[in-house]
């Protein structure tokens, strides 16, 4: 396009300047009735075009100016509209998340419940530790699950969390747990 621009203005030029060759006189042109101009025909062309043109010209830039000015602020507007709705869309995906950990937290939560509220007969001893994860476990003591054959005083029976080893209820209850330890002075 700015080709086609440049090729256009000289062919204007060339053409101004062939004129001006072939018609280099004196003309007088009256301004008033006392007051009367005395000028080459090519400058007379040129200041008739100039008056033409340049009022065009202007108002052109301007219209072009102003509409810039509106896609402009129209594109930032809609950036800004783009920007907030993937914010928007980014918040919901993380509530639906949220809300999804919550349902699944719930769900180990009932999960964990029923494995407690179940008789022992249906959870074998040596699946218990494995099903529960190192942050689901208590920090303190462990119970373990243990079958219908085992005798009574073997219900008893919990892990102690810092040693791995097996204490019975009596013992737990005569040494206190290692954080009882750091509490009293």
């Known amino acids: 396009m ?3 621009r440049t090729i256009i203005w000289v062919l204007v030029l060339v053409a101004v300047v062939i004129f ?13 009735d006392n007051l009367v101009l005395e000028t080459k025909v090519p400058a007379l062309v040129i200041i008739s075009f100039l008056l033409g043109f340049l009022p065009t010209w202007l108002i052109s830039r301007g219209i072009i100016w102003s509409l810039n000015r ?13 920007v907030s709705a993937a914010a928007r869309e980014a918040d919901r995906e993380e509530a639906e998340r949220q809300d999804l950990a919550d349902a699944q937290t719930e769900t180990e ?14 959870a074998p001893a040596e699946e218990a530790p494995a099903q529960e994860s190192a942050e689901e476990a208590p920090a303190e003591e462990t119970r373990l699950t243990t079958d219908a054959n085992d005798t009574p005083a073997q219900d008893d029976v919990q892990l ?3 040693s791995g080893e097996d204490v019975s209820e009596d013992d737990v209850s005569e040494n206190p747990a290692p954080e009882d330890k750091q509490d009293t002075p």
């Open 109 to 122: 939560s009932d999960d964990a419940a029923t494995i407690e509220e179940s008789p022992a007969e249906e």
């Open 160 to 162: 102690d969390a810092t």
């Open 20 to 32: 001006s060759f072939f018609n280099w006189r004196e003309v007088e042109v009256t301004i008033w």
């Open 70 to 82: 509106k896609i402009r602020s129209l594109e930032i507007a809609a950036k800004a509209s783009s």
């Open 2 to 4: 700015q080709v086609i």
